[in-house]
């Protein structure tokens, strides 16, 4: 938790001497607290009472990063509970399982399924991000190897499910360079297992066989200095699971405890082993509370419509509307005599719009209001999509740009027709469908 002005104070030597540019220890304490200052402006203050501060200033809860380049995801750094609360920050990820216990066809036919789902939604590209390879019990460092090599192949950050460390050693030297985790570290291997991820410079997964044993062999990794962790709370029940899930994310917000404060693994693929629904069902139970990675036997556009629909719910600004750039979007080679259909700027109504406009195959001049980021009846309502704010639009925006004078407005706001015909003269105003899915055959009869 962060130090109060009055507890900063106490470590400060009490001089006065004005140094910092502050005229008392008091006045640079409380400026510290409120993060206007640094805590080094002090020249006078010992290492430890500089490394408290700093320490006691972090955020509870780490930001952990795997992958590299463009592939680089980032996992955690929360800082609410609830979403009502703030927004939250790093999106649930989602990997496939893959092990050396399966068929050779079963590998085969999952590695063809996963870059299947790949497809955009609101602006936001849809794709499994990662790969969990599991080693299994009987699988030696050839098999694993082998199978972290075929994993490679797709351009995902790997999870390396391994706890043990020779094996683990050998996939690393495949993979390392990718940034992958490795999650293999429990109460039986974990110094073997941190000098490993730490010399790789690889994020280090922590499992136990309950809560408490996770909690204190993560602490005994911070203690060896290692802090690049992420927490797998798969539990022996989706009940305990869920309840890890749950504890370590509230210790980590709640309590404050800089232990629990790290991502966490959820192995849906262990958890609810072999039936696809639960695993579907459980995963948006997670997306929610409060996995940072949840991992699953498949996904299939069954198991990613609902999820990442979902996922991009929750991981939004609630108090800030998802909009797109007002202006004229030419669509199916548009120009300047082809016709304009206007809308409002919320996203949805973009993409939605767009969609349907591109599947009619007519070339359109699709001119986005600024309506606030808000659809088009409440845009209409709160008087950001009226008369005067689409005739302003049209004058300014697409007069200049666009010859074709034939302008077709969204049906729910058929009633701005009779003032836009007087704000806009010259141009013909056509009353389109009410609903987008209709937009293609209106299209196609005009
Ligand atoms: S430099 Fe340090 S000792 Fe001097 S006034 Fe500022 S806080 Fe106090």
Redesign the pocket.
Known sequence: MALTGIQIFKL??????????????MA??MKVAQGALKIE?????SEEAIASVKEAAEPPMKTIKAGVGDQELAFGGETVLFRHEKTFVSKTRYAVALCTDMEDSVIKAKIQEIPKVDYERIGERMYTEMVYVDCGADADAKTYTALVEKACTLGRILILGCKNAKIAKSALEICKDLKPILNGADASNYQEMSALAAQAGVVLGVSGKDIDEIYDTTAAIEKLGNRNLVIDVTGGSIKETFANAVMIRRGALKEQDRTCGYPSIVNLAKAAKGDHHMQTALASLFTMKYGSIIVMEQMTYAEALPLFGLRQNIFTDPQKPMKVEPGIYLLNGADENSLVVTTVDFALTYFVVSGELERSGVPVNFAINDAGGLSVLTSWAAGKFSGSSIAKFIQEQVEPKVKCRRLVIPGKVAVLKPDLEEKLPGWEIIVGPREAVQLVKFMKEM
């Open positions: 400060t030597p009490k001089k006065n001497c004005k140094e910092c540019g502050c005229p008392t220890c640079f304490s402006q002090c020249p006078h203050l």
